[in-house]
Nanobody, 116 residues
Framework: EVQLVESGGGLVQPGGSLRLSCAAS????????MSWVRQAPGKGLEWVSG????????SYADSVKGRFTISRDNAENTLYLQMNSLKPEDTAVYYC?????????WGQGTQVTVSS
């Protein structure tokens, strides 16, 4: 059974930092690209960042480029998102995502709230 468990969210002031983690199980983690996606209150899903299976290639939405860094530890089956210089508009539920054989899998999400 594929499982993705996000953690690390919380309340942070503008300009602060958080590091999200996503623990993966039930599939060969090192064989698949992974993504982070977020959903702000009242809005649709927004792709945030992606990383290839080996970790050597990353991509970012323009809204987070230069502030967020995606990484992975294939030995620990864990995906990360380091978020710096957070802004109120980064407030959202953050999900990690993997697509296996045309099926998208998501975790339960972790809430990030950026507010003073």
């Amino acid at each position: 059974e594929v499982q993705l468990v996000e953690s690390g969210g919380g309340l942070v002031q503008p300009g602060g930092s958080l590091r999200l983690s996503c623990a993966a199980s039930g599939f060969t983690f090192s064989g698949y690209g992974m993504s982070w996606v977020r959903q702000a209150p009242g809005k649709g899903l927004e792709w945030v960042s992606g990383i290839n299976s080996g970790g050597g290639s990353t991509s970012y939405a323009d809204s987070v480029k230069g502030r967020f860094t995606i990484s992975r530890d294939n030995a620990e089956n864990t995906l990360y998102l380091q978020m710096n210089s957070l802004k109120p508009e980064d407030t959202a539920v953050y999900y990690c995502n993997v697509k296996l054989r045309s099926v998208n899998y998501w975790g339960q999400g972790t809430q990030v709230t950026v507010s003073s």
